[in-house]
């Protein structure tokens, strides 16, 4: 039970900070691109891709998964995406919304983006699952993200490494 509190703790405190510094892990990457958005990120190369459609892309392995969609409202602000998006997932994982275990990471920066950050903790369909919920705003197209990586994974470290590398991976892509 300590160990779990002070996880949450470390968690909510730390994942902004290591997303601006944590160098990619040890793991082999591929670069995926959605260019009718113009952005790309890059996942482990071991997951593979459940749906990519102009609406979603999302990808999976056996102790993680990640999501990104278009928000096509673009007055919304990161903090607002990331709070809609947060609850929507939370749902879609099983997990009651107003019993998640919620941690605001805040606003940071995501490459050129504007992002704001959320963690959840609840017990889903598929048992514990732990979340990350990004809102991401680029100021100078309007075209914004949710994205979401969630994992279920026995080792937490390992897994937190992995969803630090792919939230720190989204960035636009470069016009030639």
Known sequence: MLK???FKSLFAIVLPILIFTLPVSAVDMSEW???DFNVKFSLPADMKVTKSTGEEFSAEDDSLA???YPWKDETETAESIAKEA???LATELGIDPKT????DGGSMKINEYDAYLMEGEGKGKN???IYAVVGLTDPTSGINFAAYVDFWSEDKEES???AVDILNSI???RKN
């Not at 998640?100 to 941690?103: L, N, R």
């Open 33 to 35: 691109e959605w260019k």
């Open 100 to 103: 998640v275990k919620k941690t």
């Open 86 to 88: 947060f609850n929507t």
């Open 127 to 129: 048992g514990n699952i």
């Open 66 to 68: 990640f999501d990104i």
């Open 171 to 173: 960035k636009k892509m």
């Open 160 to 162: 937190l490494k992995r």
């Open 4 to 6: 779990t509190k002070i």
